[in-house]
């Protein structure tokens, strides 16, 4: 009997290994960002594309910076949740609108002329907005992606929660969920306001 | 009107087709860096460096958006000057030890590194043990070259040796 225990008890631990490695998501790689302070930058606003927007105006708020694009599909699924949390206005929510004309595999950005781009983004990102809702106290738009190399976005959505002293204090990769929310990202709010 | 070309018109023209075909793929090539030491410099260093999209595939060899932009912007950070060690630290600042192949030696990773040599020890003792315990029992076993008989069956078995011998004698005589 006793010569069965040891190799029960591998087998336990290999079960208890790969339980553990189910659960864990190879594609959410952990942020080197977060507990520093938000990379600059200086885009143009959705809005009124002569106005810029910096992190730098943010200091003093807690406040979310949502990536997103109208070509991502995740993104669909995430934004009610977002235009729910804008309802609520616990925290603003600052989107970047990320490659908006490059990043869209279905339309050949090289063939645009160099003017062109800013016009359609713009046009595109506001019927997104207009047929979905904006939860946003603004939209930079990040036309080439520079400024997400410089967030290490790899992946659209993603958020990041920044605290009032302008550092990062949470990256949430993926969409954000009703459950991501409650669980995750509020409760951090909450202790970022204290 | 085609029936009126002769045979090196045709030849002609099914030429120029191919080659009108050559230039419309050559319209999707990707732009090819005009310095051949900055694409080297920039190549080395993307095959160190992981596509974070398509995680099991190397930077360079990557066809993902992200990697596209990752590599002009090594391309562009080798032009401004950069050494190597610069360029791996803007991306790991980025993206974090995940975007190197090679994982770098610290608290965190020991277990990674060692991790192996540590499974190779104990398989190492687990043999030793084993084996030790085999040659006892072979030594064991060779103490009693009796073959395990009883006090009982060995007796018998000598009283059998010596009722063959006295028939052999008695055969001889």
Known sequence: MKRFLIPLGL??????FLAVGLRLDPREVPSPLVGKMAPRFELPQLASPDKKFSPQDMLGKVWLLNVWASWCVSCRAEHPVLVFLAKQSTVPIVGLSYKEVRGDGELDAAQLLPGDELPLATKRANAWLAARGDPYLL?????DGRVGIDYGVYGVPETYLIDKQGVIRYKHIGPVTRQALDEKILPKIKELEK | MSSRLGGISRILLALGMTFLVFAAQGRDALPMAEDETVEKRMVAISDELRCLVCQNESLSGSHAELANDLRREIRSL????????EIMDFM?????DFVRYRPPLK??????WFGPFLLLAGAIVALVVYLRRRGRRVAAAAENADGGLSADELRQAEALLKQTETIESENKR
């Open chain 1, 11 to 16: 087998f336990a631990l290999l079960v208890g």
């Open chain 1, 139 to 143: 939209t930079a738009l990040d036309l």
């Open chain 2, 78 to 85: 080798i032009k401004d000057g950069k050494s190597d060690a």
């Open chain 2, 92 to 96: 790991v600042s980025r993206y974090g």
């Open chain 2, 107 to 112: 608290a965190t990773t020991y277990l990674l």
